[in-house]
């Protein structure tokens, strides 16, 4: 195994059975490297498997074959080195900002020991002032660089993002692709990130993986090797997005375009 690659996911396949009694074949036959300090995205159409993957990754769910292995090991049950954040705000919504990333610290078992870095990581996600306020009285967007800091603060060798910027209007949204993009370079965790948004994917990402449904395979995995920062207007950039555009339309069985731009 080359030093460098953090997870390997070798002919992994998970199939579910649907509330009708059918088989779904989620994932068949993925095989997939990804390094160390990479930040890399996982786009394709509805029901392709992206969150099952995902899930994978962080030991939320288990394969009936293949292996997932992280620095060598095979993946076992979740852990918090495997920071993984939701579409929807997960916060305890009676936990203030503070008490909600203390929880990251706590659930590991390492409060006493490290609750001086909770500001650390307060002023890192820009929610200075925001200590004592309550999930419901904060953005969607600081709402989710919290669960971002709550992860973050375990140090996991990665971070596992399930669409964290679904839900956020298109100006926050670019507001925490930057922060996002920070944290990557301060922190060097590797990124892993399960999104709709071609332009997202592109403007964050060393590597786009595009999937195919029914069953869930991986159809193709592009180097992006714009430089960075990356000019979302560019002509490489807007070249690649209407290229990725199209093998998305060719993978996908639903005419209407799901993508956003
Ligand atoms: N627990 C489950 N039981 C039955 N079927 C499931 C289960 N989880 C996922 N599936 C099915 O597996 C397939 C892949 O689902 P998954 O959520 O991984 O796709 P996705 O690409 O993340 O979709 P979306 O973009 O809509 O979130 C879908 O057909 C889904 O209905």
């Given at each position: 195994m080359s030093r460098d690659i953090l997870f390997e996911i070798e002919a992994v396949d998970r199939t579910y059975v649907d509330a009708n009694d059918n088989t779904v074949e989620a994932l068949k036959n993925i095989n997939l490297s990804i390094n160390r300090g990479e930040f890399i995205s996982i786009i394709g159409p509805s029901g392709c498997g992206k969150t099952t993957l995902l899930r994978l990754l962080a030991g939320l769910d288990v394969q009936e074959s293949g292996e997932i292995r992280l620095n060598g090991e095979e993946v076992g049950g979740p852990d918090p080195t495997r920071g993984y954040v939701f579409q929807q705000s997960s916060l305890f919504p009676w936990l203030t900002v503070e008490k909600n990333i203390a929880s990251g610290l706590k659930a590991r078992g390492v409060y006493k020991q490290r609750k001086d870095e909770i500001a650390e990581y307060i002023k890192l996600i820009g929610l200075n002032g925001f200590e004592k306020t309550y999930p419901h009285q904060i953005s969607g967007g600081m709402a989710q660089r919290v669960a971002i800091a709550r992860a973050l603060i375990n140090h996991p060798v990665a971070l596992l993002l399930?669409?964290?910027?679904?839900?956020?209007?298109?100006?926050?949204?670019?507001?925490?692709?930057?922060?996002?993009?920070?944290?990557?370079?301060?922190?060097?965790?590797?990124?892993?990130?399960?999104?709709?948004?071609?332009?997202?994917?592109?403007?964050?990402?060393?590597?786009?993986?595009?999937?195919?449904?029914?069953?869930?395979?991986?159809?193709?995995?592009?180097?992006?090797?714009?430089?960075?920062?990356?000019?979302?207007?560019?002509?490489?950039?807007?070249?690649?997005?209407?290229?990725?555009?199209?093998?998305?339309?060719?993978?996908?069985?639903?005419?209407?375009?799901?993508?956003?731009?």
């Open positions: 399930d669409e964290p910027m679904g839900a956020l209007d298109a100006f926050t949204r670019a507001d925490l692709q930057d922060k996002l993009l920070e944290l990557w370079r301060e922190n060097d965790t590797t990124m892993i990130l399960v999104t709709h948004d071609v332009d997202e994917a592109l403007y964050l990402s060393d590597r786009v993986v595009i999937m195919s449904p029914r069953p869930g395979r991986i159809s193709e995995v592009l180097n992006i090797s714009l430089s960075r920062p990356r000019q979302r207007s560019g002509t490489d950039f807007t070249a690649l997005r209407n290229s990725i555009l199209e093998k998305l339309h060719l993978v996908s069985e639903i005419q209407q375009p799901e993508y956003t731009i």
